[in-house]
């Protein structure tokens, strides 16, 4: 077996013990491979090991994937960097997900620009839960306001929130902020039927995210070894 296919593998048993450790089914997390800096070849390989979602943080580095892989018909690509509004036009047009939604403004680009006859772009909106000052996302009061305007636009589906909580190596304050996400969460499903989708845990912490309530976990370095 080749190393990427084990390192796949170990990923998906270490998913499947933490969903069985706190007591939730095996199918109640999803994994996004983060495929950044690596090459569209270990796309193909994780692809053929029955991986279909795959994740991308710098448009420029996706791009020079997306057309390669375009072979592979059923493959999914979620847009999870910084997006910019000038760029927004790319990621209507080639992606399905975007996890980083803060503006409203962004989301009304993408709506106008999603192509017509192709699905909805799905997006979840990202939060800043730890507050940090630096950091990308949306201020927890901010979310409801948000996800309404993703609802008013006809070519997004609101999917769920994500979030890249602090670094550090504090576990319990790591779990507070899974915690805090994991009611955000379901506080926004109340509102919102779409919402399925909790994005939080990599590749230290996904187990911590999945006992937590993570329903879907990135996983970039324990599947395609450390960027350089
Ligand atoms: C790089 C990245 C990941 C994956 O991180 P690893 O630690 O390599 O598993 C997940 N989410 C986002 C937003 C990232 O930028």
Redesign the pocket.
Known sequence: MSILADQYRRVCQRIQQACDESGRPADAVSLLA?S?FKPASMVRECYQQGQRQF?E?YLQDAMEKIPALADLADIEWHF??ALQSNKTRTVAEHFDWLATLERDKIARRLNEQRPAGKAQLNVLIQVNISGEEQKSGVAVAEIAALAAVVESLPNLTLRGLMC?PEATSDESQLRGQFQQMKQLFNELQQHHSCVDTLSMG???DLELAIAEGATQV?????IFGARD
Request: no cysteine; hydrophobic share 40%; glycine share 20%.
């Open positions: 983060v950044k994740g943080n999870i960097g890249v990599m590749s230290a990135r996983i970039g370095t324990d």
